[in-house]
């Protein structure tokens, strides 16, 4: 690896990336860009071709956003919307968050995505991140635990978030499936195909809007019907 100023054929770039001081976490392709994610702060890197047609010779290394920023390495993930993380850069304001390519520009742009949810319910030291369909899964913990017990299941079509209590520290796919590395038993786990391998007892729940029905006695009936997703 060599490089010069100015670059020549067949070398290389160096580009600093050392605003604030702390490391970059990981660098994601997006659009022509590469968008690096530190704890901090995130820049994008674009390398393009000279006026003459020299093959990439001019770059772009820009601070593209401060005060964002990820806790690991896993808290990212690339996804047909664009580039999807968890911001904990500001304390307990945590926020997970698009970055995409504004479709009125060729700007990028970051807006939090299932801004309802309180996520900062949540301990994301250990992050993990991964998409599979139509859904965005996050591995954390819950503010007790000494490791990752929870799995945040976000649905981007009902912009919903549902709650599994699984542990996980990582997340692969193929076509039909997704699994997770426990963080508990150090096993891989195939989830979400209708089948609990930890034996653990299926517990679901409904939490109503509590009703009295106009009177505050103990009421008797032969049906309840409920219409709604589950």
């Not at 704890?39 to 001019?58: F, H, M």
């Not at 954390?140 to 649905?155: E, F, G, Q, R, V």
């Not at 997340?171 to 391998?197: H, K, M, R």
């Amino acid at each position: 690896f060599t490089k010069s100023v100015p670059r020549i054929a067949a070398q290389g770039f160096l580009f600093p990336q050392d605003i604030g001081g702390d490391a970059i976490k990981v660098a994601i392709p997006y659009e022509g860009t590469v968008f690096s994610f530190k704890e901090q702060s995130v820049y994008s890197l674009t390398i393009s071709n000279a006026d003459d047609g020299t093959a990439d010779s001019n770059a772009e290394n820009l601070v593209f956003r401060t005060n964002i920023g990820v806790p690991t390495s896993k808290s990212v993930a690339s996804t047909s919307k664009g580039i999807v993380y968890i911001d904990t850069a500001n304390g307990d304001e945590i926020n997970i968050k698009l970055l995409a390519k504004n479709p009125l520009g060729d700007t990028f742009d970051t807006q939090p995505i299932f801004a309802h949810f309180e996520f900062a319910n949540y301990v994301y030291t250990d992050a993990a991140m991964s998409t599979f369909g139509d859904f965005v899964f996050i591995a954390c913990k819950t503010p007790d635990a000494t490791a990752n017990d929870t799995i945040l299941m976000c649905d981007y079509i009902n912009n919903t978030v549902s709650v599994l209590p699984y542990s996980a520290r990582c997340f692969c796919s193929d076509s039909e499936s997704i699994y997770t590395g426990d963080s508990l038993s150090t096993s891989a786990y195939q989830i979400l195909n209708g089948f609990d391998d930890l034996g653990y007892e299926v517990s679901n729940y409904a939490i109503s809007k509590g009703d009295t029905y106009g009177a505050d006695i103990l009421k008797k009936v032969k049906r309840l019907r409920f219409r709604g997703l589950i």
